[in-house]
């Protein structure tokens, strides 16, 4: 009888015979999106160069991915990534952490690359809490959310990440939750297509740190919320704040074409050096 | 403006521009930075400089993303620098120990103004030689050029990519505002008198499994990205290979030995001093701008026959406890001289203390250049 093998095997690195991630974590399924957005594009793990920062999510390429991966300081992937890219503007690179990671204590990084408009791809994977940590509120945190560092209660108001990157003033923007594996993968195949600065948020569960002690629930219970609230871009414009409130807008949010930095560099390049007038 | 990489000639040329000429002059392709006084001269002149020759200077949104640009863009293989000054250092702490930690090389120029905190931006002092050493968490080793010329801006800058390069660790150029901004002659060779080094790769075509990329005293070759070499670089502790073990002690121990001793194990072919202190029963030592006036001290005592000599740290870290503990042997008297309230002096009395006596001497004011007869005044005590 022949092994069954995964299709996605040879993306894994060698080394790793486990993921750290917890029983229902949506971790998996958003690295499953990403390696079959690549394999459907035709394209090897040797293209890409892997960032990412500090957190549960950014243990989805590190060590797992079988490329170069670089696994950095808390909330600075994106400024890394910068760097990656203007030495390497040939290959993609593709940043992957968390929304405490990019969007609290990296959030100035991710709003100058999206006004940069900087080729990479960006996916950020909002599971509304700090997970690796214990539990402690997020700027994505909803309000009123008891978790470890506020035992009474969220009294802030949340970041909506997609229309923050979207007003910065990234080329293409899209939302997804792990209960849309397929929609992302588009997304992301798109975001890796993308002449700029790509970003997709995935609202991700996490039953330990999130369903467990807010009591949403499990794993199912937290991707039956995700299917509940979710409204598409199209059927959200019809509906006034209030009632956008508690739902989830997916899909494509932003697709369009904007002068690209590292495109931008080598045409300053050529006017610096006289190759062009 | 030419857009050679090496500007060969004679100059009448500012401290900070030197320094930008010294770094694309050793190969530098990628600087990013904020601005900052005193250093922004050095931001300006690689950002007309490096288009011209192929590279780049980016000005990011703050320091943080400075540094971190620097080392995505170092493992890219390219030659890769940062300008600032202490309250720029004070952001770049964090990713200059991931740099220490991944074996990155890069140069980090810190052109000290009066500090702390905001300070005083064009006066130039000594204040943030310890911080360079042990600002970062955790233990590490660093390399540090104090240079004391618009000509070592230049030269220094270009020992400083090819130790990074060499021995694959940030190197910091502790200037200050007083070298920074100084206007001297500045002389650059031809672009084959300057020697410039790089780091060492894994062959190509070497299985990824078999790399062994990090943490060898004798330094590891670099699996630098987008060769296929599928390298997993963390700050993590981890082991030669790269794999993260977040569990077992052994491996963090293994991790912050090797990561020092890479430096440490190269400690003489590092440090550069320079002595001139035969016969003396008095040393000044001293390093950066100061040590300008240290030589013109020893030498108005000398003329008056007094036995003066000097000893100059050009490297101030990895320290030169040996090169300290020599001179003291011979000396009667050391006297340490810095514009600061004494960094370095603790680190000398250390190893000087048994030998000889050791004593302090800070400029009148801080952020003011001794005056070498003040100086003098002090040593005619001293023999009296």
Not at chain 2, 24 to 37: D, H, N, Q, S, V
Request: aromatic share 8%; net charge neutral.
């Amino acid at each position: 009888m022949n092994e069954l093998v995964h299709p996605l095997h040879r993306f894994k690195r060698p080394t790793v015979v486990h993921t750290t991630f917890c029983p229902g974590c949506g971790d998996g399924m958003i690295a499953q999106a990403i390696l079959r957005a690549i394999d459907g594009l035709g394209m090897d793990l040797d293209d890409f160069i892997f960032v990412s920062g500090i957190g549960c999510a950014a243990w989805i390429p590190s060590p797992l991915f079988y490329a170069d991966v670089l696994h950095t300081t808390h909330g600075r992937p994106i400024a890394f990534a910068f760097g990656i890219k203007m030495g390497l503007p040939e290959k993609k690179v593709m940043v992957i952490s968390g929304d405490g990671d990019l969007v609290a204590i990296g959030g100035n990084h991710l709003i100058h690359n999206a006004r940069r408009n900087i080729e990479m791809v960006v996916i950020c994977v909002n599971n509304g809490i700090y997970g690796m940590t214990g539990g402690q509120a997020a700027p994505t945190t909803p309000m009123g959310i008891q978790t470890t560092t506020t035992p009474y209660g969220t009294v802030e108001n949340t970041f909506n990440i997609s229309q923050l990157v979207k007003a910065a003033g990234a080329s293409f923007v899209a939302c997804w939750t792990t209960a849309h594996p397929r929609q992302l993968t588009n997304s992301i195949k798109k975001a890796i297509q993308k002449k700029g600065f790509a970003f997709i948020e995935v609202f991700s569960q996490c039953p330990i740190q999130f369903g467990r002690k807010t009591g949403v629930g499990s794993a199912i219970q937290m991707l039956e919320d995700y299917k509940k609230r979710s409204i598409s871009v199209q059927e959200a414009k019809t509906l006034s704040e209030e009632e956008l409130k508690d739902k989830i807008v997916v899909g494509e949010l932003v697709d369009v074409e904007k002068p690209e930095m590292v495109e931008e560099i080598k045409k300053m390049k050529e006017r610096a050096s006289g190759e062009k007038g | 403006m030419s857009g050679k990489r090496v500007l060969t000639g004679r100059y009448f040329m500012m401290g900070n521009v030197a320094c930008a000429e010294g770094a694309i002059a050793a190969g530098c392709e990628f600087a990013a930075g904020y601005p900052i006084t005193p250093a922004t001269e050095i931001a300006n002149r690689l950002a007309e400089r490096l288009p011209q020759v192929g590279g780049a200077f980016f000005q990011m949104e703050d320091e943080i993303s400075a540094i971190a640009a620097v080392i995505g863009a170092s493992w890219t293989g390219r030659k890769s620098m940062t300008v600032t000054s202490g309250p720029g250092i004070s952001l770049m702490l964090e990713n200059i120990g991931f740099a220490i930690g991944v074996e990155t090389p890069c140069v980090i120029v810190n052109v000290q103004r009066g500090a702390p905190t905001t300070g005083m931006p064009t006066v130039g002092i000594q204040g943030d030689m310890v911080q360079a050493r042990r600002g970062s968490h955790g233990d590490y080793e660093i390399i540090a050029l104090c240079p004391s010329s618009p000509q070592e801006m230049f030269e220094h800058t270009i020992i400083a990519f090819n130790d990074a390069e060499r021995y694959r660790t940030p190197v910091f150029i502790l200037s200050d505002a007083f070298v920074g901004h100084m206007r001297e002659e500045v002389v650059i060779p031809e672009a084959g008198k300057i020697k410039t080094e790089y780091r060492k790769i894994p062959p190509e075509g070497i299985p990824p499994l078999e790399i062994k990329g990090f943490l060898d005293e004798d330094v590891a070759p670099m699996p630098i990205f987008g060769k296929g070499f599928k390298a997993h670089v963390t700050s993590s502790c981890h082991d030669e290979y790269g794999r993260r073990n977040l569990i077992d002690i052994s491996a963090l121990d293994h991790f912050v030995k090797k990561l020092s001793h890479k430096i440490l194990k190269h400690k003489e072919e590092i440090i550069i001093v320079e002595k001139d202190y035969e016969g003396a029963e008095i040393v000044l030592v001293s390093y950066g701008a100061v040590a300008r006036a240290a030589k013109e001290a020893a030498l108005r005592a000398r003329k008056e026959g007094l036995p003066v000599g000097t000893l100059r740290l050009i490297t101030v870290w990895p320290f030169p406890k040996e090169e300290i503990e020599r001179m003291a042997r011979q000396a009667r008297w050391v006297i340490v001289l810095e514009n600061n309230l004494g960094q370095i002096y603790p680190y000398i009395k250390a190893e000087a203390a048994r030998f000889s006596e050791v004593s302090f001497i800070p400029p009148k004011m801080i952020g003011q250049l001794h005056d070498p007869e003040e100086i003098l005044t002090t040593i005619r005590e001293m023999v009296k």
